[in-house]
């Protein structure tokens, strides 16, 4: 067994500055993580970081912001510390070498985002992800943080106690991918979960073959509740043919869209008459799909970015990564013609519910970055605002597990303060395929019998690593059965084809019909691979069990909202509806049985109360 | 519980043992059923395949496990991928091991050239896989391991060495003056800096570079990259610029490279590593710093 005070799950930019803030407080602090650090897909964000840094913008203007491109789905708490801690956080980038773009009297470079009132998109070219990831994992270096890299954790080590929120985490189980051996990792005072998206719930994604999900799900399981799932970004400008990212960036420094008509649509057909390209990215995925199905797309399929008008010089010092990325993924050089752009999953704006320290409701469980769910983002996250989230709630959930007292936060998690029922009408049974039982534990669930919360920090942590010995050799032992590869494929076709930008009530329910078939073949899931070597089919086949519930996750809640918020659109209900839906979807993992309630969403904020109001661009 | 559900699934999961047994007997008849149906899609797609042959690639993939009988003498093994325009030496690979053998192991994440994971020796060349397009290469298309570095299992190899090099170099930025808000760069220096910070750490130059091959001490060109992104980083000040030429110079430095450019031709991110370090031995000199 290792042992450390934190164990931070996951090494991009949360993790990483989870991991640093942890030390800082006087932790013993270890990473473990599937990928080595710089790896991770932290390094893939192009766009930049939102910081009120300058004269004339303040932090209440980003919160403004943030809250009104969350449609009033965010929690002012949460919306506020980041927008509060932000512009030191990025000062702090800057004093550990960030290469930021500079302006001419050597000041970092700020640009214009979309939904963002003030150009306060502090960036590094097309690259700002790939500068934040690796001048992060340099302070790693230089502070001797221990990381171990491939290493994929797959149970948390938990109390078993009737109310998840009386419960407590005590470590982890991981195993060593190169060798195979299975470890158990003791947390003396926390864990931290920074593991990113779950973009391969979706097969056309600008995410990584990485991103699963695999923190979310096994919170989840744990009995940490998932929030506001159903709130997907679709990113407007992804390359048609790979999903590859094109940054926001193009537009914000003047890039126009075309429909195959040669029409601005934007501004021709009125999606966003004042803010045209520069909307929010909801408004502009919309925008560009609702162009194709009225016929006016190129192929049928995508529409135009043109970025030729800003001449040679100006793309080469602040996009020039788009041109690389362009060539090699689309074959086009966009200095001389157009880029073929469609919308592409991108984020989750829902996750692990967290408060605003980046703490669960499970005592000594955090989470920090994509993965978690503060609520910062509420129903949608606006470009730049994702690698703020990273350092500043990363920063707080390592201090705030190292021991540092960060006062008593505002939003409370699990089932403590206002909090009601949820009902949706599914047609099949969402959840577990077996009721209850020893297979639950085969396949990640919770453990089948109960302590009551009377066992010692290590025996919790030697039981999880037993439950996750049986299930490992379960799954090596089967000698036939179906390749976790095919049902994947299946979940991935099902959700883009039906939750996607547009959703209507029978494709949702044709998703949750498609997700029971496949949970029922991953009944006979088995692993052909028997090597203890390096064996990514084992741990992809345990991936895809996490892609499977943060699935249904998202079509749980897409299906029970029914209503028009942000990122998520209803074919039934084309409007906000505030009088009933200012609340999160909440999703817990009842021993396998998806349970939905409601938790109203807090919009006081420090000085002032944010009013809802109609969101136009 | 609060998820509704109709009545005819509620029947198949309530405890009754009969029901349950008929909910199983119907669950295995599907099962059966998605059985036969694979075959049968198995076998439309082999038949597929051999009906149109110039849609497919062959790809020879070197094959090595340790502790699998037949695998622990390395080999090489076919595949036959079935090509669409666009498709990457990646996306072959993915497609033959989610379709015909799932212990094909290699590494990969983020399919486009910025984690660094996948570099490869593709047709006698040090190659990022994902971004490397079928259609550029010679058939069949070989795909084996990184020459010079332990083989882990196939595609994979031990990269510790590799990492261990990186950070030899005191790869973070250090000054002895820091002021209270941010620190100043000018635009050009931001730009001399620029295309060193590209470095996705893939380790295809240490791979090509003779001279690593030969002297397992040498810091190689990615390392050497990386400290030349703070050596020339005005932030960091004079001071510090002669402490990093020290370390650059000590017996396995800069002073090793024998300017073959072998790292800068397979660079997948363009950076001009044999120039940066050439300017390093230059700046070196200047200083009038000892040399071995």
């Given at each position: 067994m290792y042992e450390h005070d934190v164990?931070?799950?996951?090494?991009?930019?949360?993790?990483?500055?989870?991991?640093?803030?942890?030390?800082?407080?006087?932790?013993?602090?270890?990473?473990?993580?599937?990928?080595?650090?710089?790896r991770s897909h932290t390094g893939a964000a192009e766009g930049g970081i939102n910081a009120a840094l300058r004269d004339g913008d303040s932090w209440e203007k980003h919160a403004y912001d943030t809250m009104k491109g969350s449609d009033y789905l965010g929690d002012a708490p949460a919306i506020e510390t980041l927008c509060q801690d932000s512009p030191d956080e990025v000062v702090q980038l800057e004093h550990w070498g960030l290469a930021f773009s500079r302006d001419e009297d050597g000041r970092m470079s700020q640009?214009?985002?979309?939904?963002?009132?003030?150009?306060?998109?502090?960036?590094?070219?097309?690259?700002?992800?790939?500068?934040?990831?690796?001048?992060?994992?340099?302070?790693?270096?230089k502070r001797g943080i221990q990381v171990y890299d491939e290493w994929y954790v797959s149970r948390l080590a938990v109390s078993d106690e009737e109310d998840p929120a009386d419960r407590t985490c005590h470590g982890v189980v991981a195993y060593d991918i190169q060798s195979g051996e299975l470890s158990a990792f003791r947390a003396r005072k926390g864990v931290v979960l920074a593991t990113g998206g779950p973009g391969q719930v979706f097969d056309h994604t600008t995410n990584a073959v990485s991103n699963t999900g695999d923190g979310v799900a096994m919170a989840y399981r744990a009995g940490v509740p998932m929030e506001d799932m159903e709130f997907i970004q679709f990113h407007p400008t992804s390359l048609p043919s790979t999903g590859v990212l094109i940054s926001e960036g193009v537009r914000g420094e003047g890039g126009i869209l075309y429909n195959s008509e040669g029409e601005r649509f934007m501004f021709e057909y009125g999606y966003a008459s004042n803010d045209g390209e520069l909307a929010s990215r909801d408004v502009v995925s919309r925008a560009e799909l609702s162009e194709v199905n009225a016929g006016r797309g190129i192929e049928d399929e995508y529409v135009h970015l043109d970025m030729r008008h800003l001449g040679e010089e100006r793309i080469l010092d602040r996009l020039e990564n788009i041109l690389h990325l362009a060539k090699d993924f689309e074959g086009v050089n966009g200095l001389e013609e157009p880029m073929p752009v469609k919308p592409g999953q991108h984020y989750a704006m829902g996750g692990i519910e967290t408060d605003e320290n980046g703490e669960t409701c499970i005592s000594g469980l955090y989470a920090a970055g994509e993965c978690a769910c503060a609520s910062v983002h509420g129903s949608n996250r606006l470009g730049g605002n994702a690698l703020p989230e990273l350092i500043v709630f990363g920063k707080r959930a390592g201090h705030h597990a190292a021991g540092r007292d960060l006062g008593k936060a505002k939003i409370q998690t699990g089932k403590r303060?206002?909090?009601?029922?949820?009902?949706?009408?599914?047609?099949?049974?969402?959840?577990?395929?077996?009721?209850?039982?020893?297979?639950?534990?085969?396949?990640?669930?919770?453990?089948?019998?109960?302590?009551?919360g009377s066992l010692?920090?290590?025996?919790?942590?030697?039981?999880?690593?037993?439950?996750?010995?049986?299930?490992?050799?379960?799954?090596?032992?089967?000698?036939?059965?179906?390749?976790?590869?095919?049902?994947?494929?299946?979940?991935?076709?099902?959700?883009?084809?039906?939750?996607?930008?547009?959703?209507?009530?029978?494709?949702?329910?044709?998703?949750?019909?498609?997700?029971?078939e496949a949970r029922e073949k991953y009944e006979d899931v088995y692993v052909a691979d028997k090597s203890r070597t390096f064996n990514t089919d084992l741990m992809q086949t345990?991936?895809?069990?996490?892609?499977?519930?943060?699935?249904?996750?998202?079509?749980?809640?897409?299906?029970?909202r029914d209503e028009f918020r942000g990122a998520h659109w209803r074919k039934e209900n084309q409007e906000r509806r505030d009088d009933v839906w200012l609340k999160h979807t909440m999703l817990s993992w009842n021993d396998g049985r998806p349970e939905l309630w409601y938790r109203p969403v807090i919009l006081e904020g420090e000085e002032k109360t944010y009013e809802p109001k109609v969101r136009s661009y | 519980m609060s998820t509704q559900v109709p009545e005819q699934v509620e029947e198949e999961s309530s405890a009754d043992a009969e029901q349950q047994s008929a909910a199983q007997q119907s669950r295995m008849e599907k099962k059966r059923q998605n059985a036969a149906a694979r075959e049968s899609q198995e076998q439309a797609e082999a038949e597929e395949k051999a009906s149109s042959e110039e849609d497919t690639y062959l790809l020879k993939v070197f094959r090595y496990d340790p502790e699998v009988a037949g695998k622990q003498e390395p080999r090489f093994d076919d595949f036959h991928v079935p090509y669409h325009k666009g498709m990457t030496v990646l996306d072959a690979l993915?497609?033959?091991?989610?379709?015909?053998?799932?212990?094909?192991?290699?590494?990969?994440?983020?399919?486009?050239a910025i984690c660094g994971s996948d570099a490869m020796f593709v047709n006698g060349r040090q190659r990022l896989s994902c971004k490397t397009q079928l259609s550029d290469l010679e058939e069949p298309v070989r795909v084996e391991p990184l020459p010079h570095q332990e083989v882990v299992k196939d595609l994979v190899v031990d990269m510790e060495h590799f990492y261990d090099q990186m950070e030899a170099v005191e790869p973070y930025f250090q000054t002895n003056d820091l002021p209270e808000g941010e620190q100043l760069q000018s635009r050009e220096n931001r730009e001399k800096i620029k295309m060193s910070t590209r470095c996705i750490w893939c380790g295809a130059c240490m791979s090509s570079c003779n001279i690593a091959a030969g002297d397992n001490q040498y810091l190689g060109p990615a390392a050497i990259n990386k400290a030349y992104r703070f050596t020339m980083d005005e932030r960091e000040g004079e001071e510090m610029k002669q402490h990093r030429l020290e370390i650059l110079e000590q017996e396995h430095g800069v002073w090793r490279c024998q300017t073959q450019f072998s790292c800068t031709e397979v660079c997948p991110k363009d950076i001009p590593l044999t120039e940066h370090i050439q300017e390093l031995k230059r700046e070196a000199v200047k200083n009038n710093l000892k040399f071995w």
């Open positions: 164990i931070v799950v996951g090494g991009g930019g949360a993790g990483l500055r989870a991991a640093i803030a942890a030390q800082e407080e006087g932790a013993d602090v270890a990473i473990v993580s599937k990928l080595h650090p710089v640009r214009p985002f979309g939904g963002m009132s003030f150009p306060r998109t502090t960036y590094a070219g097309a690259e700002t992800g790939h500068q934040l990831l690796h001048t992060m994992y340099e302070q790693l270096v303060g206002e909090w009601e029922v949820g009902e949706v009408d599914t047609p099949v049974e969402p959840g577990d395929v077996s009721a209850s039982g020893e297979d639950v534990v085969a396949d990640g669930g919770a453990a089948a019998s109960s302590s009551g010692s920090p290590e025996e919790y942590v030697d039981r999880a690593l037993d439950a996750e010995r049986a299930r490992v050799e379960s799954l090596l032992n089967k000698e036939e059965g179906v390749q976790h590869a095919e049902i994947r494929a299946e979940v991935q076709k099902s959700m883009t084809r039906n939750v996607n930008v547009f959703r209507e009530e029978e494709g949702l329910k044709q998703a949750l019909r498609d997700l029971r345990i991936e895809t069990r996490n892609i499977l519930d943060l699935a249904e996750a998202i079509t749980l809640g897409a299906l029970a | 993915m497609y033959a091991r989610d379709h015909y053998d799932s212990s094909l192991t290699f590494r990969h994440s983020c399919r486009q």
